[in-house]
């Protein structure tokens, strides 16, 4: 069971957007920055977002994140088929004084 | 380029101990956190601990404590992860990966060690 909440599963056609929720609590999101990792298949996961809403050098303007209280979102638009992944939503735990994924969320792009 | 390179694959029995390696390069090892990650087979990601290699400082995560041990050596920029009394449970992939002091997000990571209890 962990600590972050995400759905098993999202999907769309290429080109259009999609939405993946990460739901957690005041203890995480709530206190902390979120980040979000995508993961090819049989690949180390990739960072994509840091601090809620900043990405690294080299990731496209497609991909971004919001925050808003004890929830986060990761937003991709222009879909394409090299999208589809597993995606992973991670902070900080204040009260555990440990690291949180979530169960992670596997794009399908139709 | 910066690059965390991790050793090869291990096989071990159970209530054996496995030590695993990672290897920075191009950047200085000491100015970085490393974190352990784990992730079996078809399931999500799971933190193990951090280190800094500077000051050796360590967390582990609760479920590991007393049985993770996470140590360094600066004189060839290596971080280690050693667990011990494995169980099949403890069957995974097991990934370093590089953070900044008090930063949450893994910016770095290396290809991962499958273990394999058995």
């Known amino acids: 069971q962990s600590v972050l909440t995400q759905p098993p599963s999202v999907s769309a056609a290429p080109g259009q957007k999609v939405t993946i929720s990460c739901s957690g609590s005041?203890?995480?999101?709530?206190?902390?920055?979120v980040s979000w990792y995508q993961q090819l298949p049989g690949t180390a996961p990739k960072l994509l977002i840091y601090?809620?809403?900043k990405r690294p050098a080299g990731i496209p303007d497609r991909f971004s994140g919001s925050n808003s209280g004890t929830s986060a979102t990761l937003g991709i638009t222009g879909l394409q088929t090299g999208d589809e992944a597993d995606y992973y939503c991670?902070?900080?735990?204040?009260?555990?004084?440990?690291?949180?994924f979530g169960g992670g969320t596997k794009l399908t792009v139709l | 380029q910066v690059q965390l390179v991790q050793s090869g694959a291990e096989v071990q029995k159970p209530g054996a101990s496995v030590k695993v390696s990672c290897k920075a390069s191009?950047?200085?090892?000491?100015?970085?956190?490393i974190n352990w990650v784990r992730q079996a087979t078809g399931q999500g990601l799971e933190w193990m601990g951090w280190m800094n290699p500077n000051t050796a400082n360590t967390g582990y995560a609760q479920k590991f404590q007393g049985r993770v041990t996470m140590t360094r050596d600066t004189s060839i920029s290596t971080a280690y992860m050693e667990l011990s009394s494995l169980t099949s449970e403890d069957t995974a992939v097991y990934f370093c990966?590089?953070?900044?002091?008090?930063?949450?997000?893994?910016?770095?990571w290396g290809k991962g060690t499958t273990v394999t209890v058995s």
């Open positions: 191009g950047y200085t090892f000491t100015s970085f956190n």
């Open positions: 990966a590089r953070t900044q002091t008090g930063q949450p997000h893994m910016e770095i």
């Open positions: 601090d809620t809403d």
């Open positions: 991670g902070t900080w735990d204040s009260s555990l004084s440990a690291g949180v």
């Open positions: 005041s203890s995480n999101i709530g206190k902390n920055y």
